[in-house]
């Protein structure tokens, strides 16, 4: 694998995206890039990642991680980033900071991620990518930070008393992120729109400050899947830190139980209907993708046997899904050994990439001394 800061695909082309914020925008821009990706996949190149604060559930695997697998196994480079940095925007300690990290890589490894070809790394291991954060904070205004709606819904789940800086700043941080490497490509869930926003915001201004002609970094894409926001069992995202998941390391017992407890509504006939029926027809999405079927066809089967009969059927169609991804997971757990080996090489590769991004940034900048 190439991963020197020269190889960049070019930026994908964004004309399409005229609501920068909105979903709509953003499904009919994923469609367009989903077409120029089977034609091209060596034009891409993708960051994504997640935050180390639990193991990864189904809106994980629905909402990126399925799209993940599905770009490095059409040959579109990937670096994955733990960001364990970001633990902390929300909480005052990042607890069990090294088995979190470690299960990440478990489940990683459990859905298809190769490690031979996309490069798996930790945020606090790379610190020339860190040294972006402080030219880019320098390029958006308080203003910009504080319209972000996905840190407002943060900040009225966090679990701090008073908000910090680090909970403002990191969508500046994730751009770091994704702009150390160059990608052009992100496939991420709703709740990271805005911060993609940003990143392009930041990308265009560095370029039209410091370096006219030719640019130093692309504007990025989000790629959306078909469930860009999968709920969870109280009827909010589905997130690690909420409570409310069904992760993919549970067993079959245990996402029956939760699946059971699941909030749905007290109108008897199924039906797929988002808009107004948001936490059943989350739930016919989830078996859908499982079986890969339509949302429509499982309510149809269901018809008027009620919220029981739909969540028995959701908890077979995802507890069949789920089985070779856990058996695989539970082979993996067993050697911790290659799940550090597999970081300590992904950083050595990703400061390989930051060093070099960084060198162009100061030259650009007229900082090399
Ligand atoms: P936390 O509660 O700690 O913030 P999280 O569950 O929100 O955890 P993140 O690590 O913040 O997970 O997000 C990782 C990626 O997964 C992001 O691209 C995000 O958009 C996507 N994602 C997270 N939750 C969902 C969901 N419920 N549906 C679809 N995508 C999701
Ligand atoms: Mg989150």
């Given at each position: 694998m190439n991963t020197t800061a020269q190889a960049v695909a070019p930026t994908a082309p964004s004309s399409a995206f005229a609501d920068p914020l909105g979903m709509s925008a953003a499904q009919d821009r994923s469609a367009v890039l989903e077409e120029l990706i089977?034609?091209?996949?060596?034009h891409f190149r993708v960051l994504t990642g997640d935050r180390p604060?639990?193991?990864?559930?189904?809106?994980h695997y629905f909402g990126t991680l399925h799209n993940r697998v599905r770009l490095q196994n059409l040959g579109v480079e990937m670096y994955v980033i733990i960001a364990?940095?970001?633990?902390?925007?929300?909480?005052?300690?990042?607890?069990?900071?090294?088995?979190?990290?470690?299960?990440l890589v478990l489940d990683y490894l459990a859905i298809g991620v190769n490690p031979a070809r996309s490069t798996i790394f930790t945020h606090s291991a790379v610190p020339a990518l860190n040294q972006l954060l402080l030219p880019f904070l320098s390029l958006v205004s308080v203003a910009d930070l504080e319209r972000n709606p996905t840190v407002k819904d943060e900040i009225a789940h966090s679990r701090q008393s008073t908000v910090s800086g680090l909970m403002f700043t990191y969508p500046?941080?994730?751009?770091?992120?994704?702009?150390f490497c160059k990608a052009n490509l992100v496939p991420v869930g709703k709740d990271q729109l805005p911060h993609l926003e940003l990143t392009r915001t930041i990308a265009r201004r560095f370029n039209d400050r410091y370096s006219a002609g030719s640019a130093v970094f692309p504007r990025p894409d989000a790629l959306l899947s078909n469930a860009p926001l999968l709920l969870g069992t109280d009827g909010g995202k589905m997130s690690k830190s909420r409570g409310n998941a069904i992760t993919?390391?549970?067993?079959?017992?245990?996402?029956?139980?939760?699946?059971?407890?699941?909030?749905?509504?007290?109108?008897?006939?199924?039906?797929y209907d988002p808009a107004s029926r948001p936490e059943v027809s989350s739930l016919l999405l989830l078996a859908a993708l499982c079986q890969n079927r339509t949302p429509e066809q499982i309510a149809s089967d269901i018809g008027s046997a009620g919220a029981a009969a739909l969540k028995k059927t959701v908890t077979e169609a995802v507890n069949e899904y789920l089985?070779?991804?856990?058996?695989?997971?539970?082979?993996?757990?067993n050697d911790r050994t290659y799940l550090r080996e597999i970081?300590?090489?992904g950083n050595?590769?990703?400061?390989?990439?930051?060093?070099?991004?960084?060198?162009?940034?100061r030259a650009a900048m007229n900082s090399r001394y």
């Amino acid at each position: 694998m190439n991963t020197t800061a020269q190889a960049v695909a070019p930026t994908a082309p964004s004309s399409a995206f005229a609501d920068p914020l909105g979903m709509s925008a953003a499904q009919d821009r994923s469609a367009v890039l989903e077409e120029l990706i089977l034609k091209n996949p060596g034009h891409f190149r993708v960051l994504t990642g997640d935050r180390p604060t639990g193991r990864l559930h189904l809106g994980h695997y629905f909402g990126t991680l399925h799209n993940r697998v599905r770009l490095q196994n059409l040959g579109v480079e990937m670096y994955v980033i733990i960001a364990d940095y970001q633990v902390l925007t929300d909480r005052d300690i990042a607890d069990n900071l090294t088995e979190h990290v470690e299960e990440l890589v478990l489940d990683y490894l459990a859905i298809g991620v190769n490690p031979a070809r996309s490069t798996i790394f930790t945020h606090s291991a790379v610190p020339a990518l860190n040294q972006l954060l402080l030219p880019f904070l320098s390029l958006v205004s308080v203003a910009d930070l504080e319209r972000n709606p996905t840190v407002k819904d943060e900040i009225a789940h966090s679990r701090q008393s008073t908000v910090s800086g680090l909970m403002f700043t990191y969508p500046a941080h994730q751009a770091a992120d994704i702009l150390f490497c160059k990608a052009n490509l992100v496939p991420v869930g709703k709740d990271q729109l805005p911060h993609l926003e940003l990143t392009r915001t930041i990308a265009r201004r560095f370029n039209d400050r410091y370096s006219a002609g030719s640019a130093v970094f692309p504007r990025p894409d989000a790629l959306l899947s078909n469930a860009p926001l999968l709920l969870g069992t109280d009827g909010g995202k589905m997130s690690k830190s909420r409570g409310n998941a069904i992760t993919l390391a549970a067993d079959a017992d245990e996402t029956a139980r939760l699946i059971k407890g699941a909030k749905t509504d007290s109108e008897r006939h199924i039906a797929y209907d988002p808009a107004s029926r948001p936490e059943v027809s989350s739930l016919l999405l989830l078996a859908a993708l499982c079986q890969n079927r339509t949302p429509e066809q499982i309510a149809s089967d269901i018809g008027s046997a009620g919220a029981a009969a739909l969540k028995k059927t959701v908890t077979e169609a995802v507890n069949e899904y789920l089985a070779p991804i856990r058996a695989r997971r539970s082979e993996y757990a067993n050697d911790r050994t290659y799940l550090r080996e597999i970081l300590r090489e992904g950083n050595e590769r990703a400061n390989a990439v930051a060093d070099k991004t960084l060198a162009e940034v100061r030259a650009a900048m007229n900082s090399r001394y």
